[in-house]
Nanobody
Framework: QVHLIESGGTLVQAGGSLRLSCLVSGLTFSSKTMAWIRQAPRKESEFVAGITSNDEHTFYAASVKGRFTISRDNAKNMVFLEMNNLKPEDAAVYFC?????????????????WGRGTQVTVAS
């Protein structure tokens, strides 16, 4: 059974930093593109950042590029999201997701496995 467990979400002041973590089990982690996806209240889910398997190609939404960094540790089956200079509009539930394959896609339907999410709140 596949499990993706996010952690690290909390309340942070605008301009602050936060690091999210996701522990994955039940699939061949090192062969999957991983992503962070977020959903704010009353909004649709939004792709945030992705990282492919072995070559570790990273790709970002324009709204977070330069502020967020995605990384992974294949030995530990973990993926991370370092978030800097947080803005109130970054507040959302952040989901870790694993792709069905290994392509650098921003299409949310490419990600067949999702965690339950971790809440990030940004106070202005």
């Amino acid at each position: 059974q596949v499990h993706l467990i996010e952690s690290g979400g909390t309340l942070v002041q605008a301009g602050g930093s936060l690091r999210l973590s996701c522990l994955v089990s039940g699939l061949t982690f090192s062969s999957k593109t991983m992503a962070w996806i977020r959903q704010a209240p009353r909004k649709e889910s939004e792709f945030v950042a992705g990282i492919t398997s072995n070559d570790e190609h990273t790709f970002y939404a324009a709204s977070v590029k330069g502020r967020f960094t995605i990384s992974r540790d294949n030995a530990k089956n973990m993926v991370f999201l370092e978030m800097n200079n947080l803005k109130p509009e970054d507040a959302a539930v952040y989901f870790c997701a694993a792709s069905r394959g290994d392509s650098a896609s921003v299409d949310l339907t490419s990600y067949g496995y999702w965690g339950r999410g971790t809440q990030v709140t940004v106070a202005s």
